[in-house]
């Protein structure tokens, strides 16, 4: 959250769900991103900050008991690798340079 924010020192509605309603939320969207390969992870981090290799990181980050490759398969549904071989296209220059100032965004 924006800690300029007149809601900064707001308590997060977020927090108040139930971890059973987050976890089967967050289980929809990697679903959802499993289903749609088109979005590119390159497009992912331009527009949002955050692509299928962050959420990996975040559930280890979570204390999910997997090293790098194991979480990348979980949020991927088969090796990285081979996710990446099967869907990943070539960024372009642009792709690149939107994801390095969506990269900026994300220290705030």
């Known amino acids: ?3 300029n924010s007149p809601l900064a020192d707001a308590p997060d509605s977020l927090d108040m769900l139930d971890d ?6 967050f289980r929809r ?5 499993r289903h749609r390969h088109d ?5 992912l981090m331009g ?5 299928r290799n962050c959420l990996a990181d975040w559930i280890v980050d979570a204390g999910a008991p997997l090293d790098k490759a194991a979480a990348r398969e979980a ?3 088969l090796p990285a690798a081979e996710w990446k071989a099967r869907f990943q296209t070539e960024a372009t220059p642009e792709q690149i340079e939107r994801m390095a ?3 900026k965004r994300n220290a705030g």
């Open 47 to 51: 527009l949002a900050g955050f692509c």
């Open 75 to 77: 949020i991927h549904g």
């Open 29 to 33: 969207l990697v679903r959802h991103l």
């Open 1 to 3: 959250m924006d800690t």
């Open 20 to 25: 059973a309603v987050a976890a089967a939320a």
């Open 101 to 103: 100032q969506s990269m």
């Open 39 to 43: 979005a590119q992870n390159i497009e």
